[in-house]
């Protein structure tokens, strides 16, 4: 656990540790006195958070007199949706949920840093690597889907056969490396982008400070933004089809 607890994460630890104890032996940990870890309770508001705004805008969507709330998310699902098409081709539509999905969570987990009392959870390693494996898991699987479990691993020995016993330990490596890859891009960018931010909120807290939180968003930004591209990126390899 992180050596400082959060006042959420003190709730929960205080009123619900039976529950984190429930989660823990699922994953076949033991019990522990205060189960519950700054990342996991920052990943649950970053949720809650969503679900709440998607729960308030849903009912005010309207085509003829569309509000704030909903242009705004309109310019992100259209930029998703764009930058799908983009990369993965006509296709691209079809994965554009997933894409949209990750791109909001990580940008909300990301954005948490700057709100006092909170942390952002991607500064932790186990969140990106989570992502990491879900976007590894993600892309085999579409892959196999759009491909067939043959064709699909032909992938894995190259154009021509005489090449197999070379590409294929090359293309393994390769794709065992991306969740490595992509956790620890997400992990370091936050966790610097969060200390530098720390450190100036405990020198002076006017100008300086906002300057600084003003750059932890637009690195927020930026680093979902790379996670989702690489996403995409990984996507359209694995279910491109070779003529």
């Known amino acids: 656990m992180h050596e400082h607890e959060l006042w959420f994460t003190k709730l929960f630890n205080d009123y619900l540790p039976a529950l984190g104890n429930a989660a823990l032996a699922l ?41 704030k709330l909903q242009h ?50 991607t500064m932790f390693p186990s969140v990106p690597l989570g992502c990491a494996v879900a976007t590894f898991l993600y892309y085999n699987v579409a892959g196999i889907r759009a491909n067939g479990v043959g064709k699909y691993l032909a992938h894995f020995a190259g154009p ?16 065992l490396a991306r969740p490595l890859s992509l956790t620890i891009r997400l992990y370091a960018n936050m966790f610097a982008g969060e200390q530098v931010t720390l450190a100036f909120l405990s020198l002076t807290y006017f100008v300086v400070p906002a300057v600084f939180m003003g750059l932890h968003v637009f690195v927020s930004l930026l680093q979902a933004y790379i996670f989702m591209l690489m996403t995409m990126i990984y996507v359209a390899g694995a279910v491109a089809h070779e003529h």
Not at 97 to 119: D, K, Q, R, S, W
């Open 27 to 67: 994953v076949g940990k033991a019990a522990e006195t205060r189960p519950w870890a700054n990342f996991v309770t920052m990943q649950i508001v970053a949720a809650a958070i969503i679900i709440a705004l998607f729960a308030l805008l849903r009912p005010r969507l309207n085509p003829e007199k569309p509000g």
């Open 72 to 121: 705004m998310f309109e310019l992100v699902y259209g930029f998703v949706r764009g930058q799908a098409d983009e990369q993965v081709g006509h296709d691209g539509y079809h994965y554009a949920a997933y894409f949209g999905t990750l791109f909001v969570f990580i940008l909300f987990a990301n954005l948490l840093g700057i709100i006092p009392g909170f942390e952002s959870p």
């Open 160 to 175: 021509v056969w005489w090449l197999a016993p070379i590409m294929l330990p090359i293309e393994l490596v390769s794709h």
